[in-house]
């Protein structure tokens, strides 16, 4: 699925850096977008945890596990790939929602070193436009080994495919 042409990559503010700190080695990752839909609509793709795999590229199930008032168990496989070769990646996360604000995505176990994320929501006036700033901030370290010269683009670019497939997704549903 490709994102419409005017949610083009420029518009997705995409960052990822190597870091070091407390004696680890992680790629933090950041990206942002503003959305002409509502929070609840940008809330409800965010957390249709069952379907993410229908539209997130390279997501291949996304299932929830286990589910309360505002958390969730989420396993996830996914397949990202870097020219001719792709790694299959397996997680178990724990999901923690504050309705309409944030979601906080934390390790359980899986494929990863370590793996923490947060989506947040904002709504916000862009251009005399009402819509939503949504972001992605988070911090990861694979399992196996990613090339230094290539893993911080590789990995920049996959935050910025799937943020972009996300705002994509928002849009679709919020003209429906």
């Known amino acids: 699925m490709h994102a419409p042409q005017h949610l083009s990559s420029h518009h997705v503010q995409a960052h990822a850096s190597r870091v070091r700190r407390d004696g680890m080695?992680?790629?933090?990752?950041?990206?942002?977008?503003?959305?002409?839909?509502t929070p609840?609509?940008?809330?409800?793709?965010?957390?249709?945890?069952?379907?993410?795999?229908?539209?997130?590229?390279?997501?291949?199930e996304s299932r929830v596990?286990?589910?309360?008032?505002t958390e969730a168990v989420v396993e996830q496989h996914s397949a990202p790939g870097f020219l001719f070769v792709s790694q299959s990646i397996r997680l178990r996360l724990r999901v923690?929602?504050?309705?309409?604000?944030?979601?906080?995505?934390?390790?359980?176990?899986?494929?990863?070193?370590?793996y923490a994320a947060q989506w947040t929501l904002a709504p916000e006036r862009?251009?005399?436009i009402d819509?939503?700033?949504?972001?992605?901030?988070?911090?990861?370290?694979?399992?196996?080994?990613?090339?230094?010269?290539?893993?911080?683009p590789v990995v920049q670019a996959q935050v910025r495919k799937m943020v972009e497939a996300v705002m994509a997704e928002i849009e679709r549903r919020s003209m429906h």
């Not at 080695?25 to 839909?37: C, K, Y």
């Not at 793709?45 to 795999?53: E, G, K, N, P, S």
């Not at 596990?65 to 008032?69: D, H, L, Y």
């Not at 923690?96 to 370590?114: F, K, N, R």
């Open 65 to 69: 596990v286990s589910r309360n008032a």
């Open 131 to 152: 819509g939503t700033r949504v972001s992605f901030r988070g911090a990861m370290e694979p399992d196996f080994f990613v090339p230094p010269l290539v893993g911080r």
């Open 40 to 60: 609840q609509q940008a809330w409800a793709v965010l957390t249709d945890y069952d379907r993410l795999a229908e539209f997130v590229p390279d997501l291949l």
């Open 126 to 128: 862009l251009g005399g």
């Open 96 to 114: 923690v929602e504050q309705p309409l604000a944030a979601i906080d995505v934390a390790l359980i176990e899986g494929d990863m070193q370590h």
């Open 25 to 37: 080695a992680f790629f933090e990752l950041d990206a942002s977008a503003f959305i002409r839909a």
